[in-house]
């Protein structure tokens, strides 16, 4: 089971839409669940990723493999990922995907995190990045399927 563990909730419909739609295709592959998390808007930073952390981390169990989206964490291109996804769900029964606030995750969910993944070194709207997220495990499964679509 895939877990996508994220701070905030989608306001616009049409990303609302395209998460729909990747959901609907990863059926096929997976049992994938969205947890939305409260964000909080606090002047003090670290207050405020201190408030997230405990929201997210209600949500992360023991045995999860757990992949915090991070913009100093690793890039791997499509393929990779896929071979990420592929080998940890041998092994790891969920695969949780943390994505942060807008000024991103405590340093614990980081340290507790087995992996960092970083998809650019732009900054993208937490709402288009859960579509972009969905889009790569998509992907990701079409490539472990040998099936077409990635290219």
């Given at each position: 089971?895939?877990?996508?563990?994220?701070?905030?909730?989608?306001?616009?419909?049409?990303?609302?839409d395209?998460?729909?739609e990747?959901?609907?295709?990863?059926?096929?592959?997976?049992?994938?669940?969205i947890?939305?998390?409260?964000?909080?808007?606090?002047?003090?930073?670290?207050?405020?990723?201190?408030?997230?952390?405990?929201?997210?981390?209600?949500?992360?169990?023991?045995?999860?493999?757990?992949?915090?989206?991070?913009?100093?964490?690793?890039?791997?291109?499509?393929?990779?990922?896929?071979?990420k996804?592929?080998?940890?769900?041998?092994s790891?029964?969920?695969?949780?995907?943390?994505?942060g606030?807008?000024?991103?995750?405590?340093?614990?969910?980081?340290?507790?995190?087995?992996?960092?993944?970083?998809?650019?070194?732009?900054?993208?709207p937490?709402?288009?990045?859960?579509?972009?997220?969905?889009?790569?495990i998509?992907?990701?499964?079409?490539?472990?399927?040998?099936?077409?679509?990635?290219?």
């Amino acid at each position: 089971m895939i877990k996508i563990i994220c701070v905030g909730k989608i306001k616009e419909k049409f990303y609302r839409d395209a998460i729909e739609e990747y959901l609907k295709r990863l059926s096929k592959y997976t049992k994938i669940e969205i947890i939305e998390c409260k964000d909080y808007s606090l002047d003090n930073i670290e207050e405020e990723k201190e408030k997230e952390k405990n929201e997210i981390e209600r949500y992360i169990f023991d045995k999860d493999y757990v992949i915090a989206l991070d913009i100093k964490g690793n890039y791997l291109t499509s393929e990779e990922f896929a071979d990420k996804i592929d080998k940890t769900l041998i092994s790891n029964s969920n695969i949780d995907f943390i994505i942060g606030g807008s000024n991103g995750l405590h340093d614990s969910i980081k340290k507790r995190s087995n992996y960092l993944l970083s998809f650019s070194k732009m900054t993208f709207p937490h709402q288009l990045f859960r579509v972009i997220l969905l889009e790569q495990i998509y992907r990701g499964f079409k490539i472990i399927n040998n099936e077409s679509y990635h290219k």
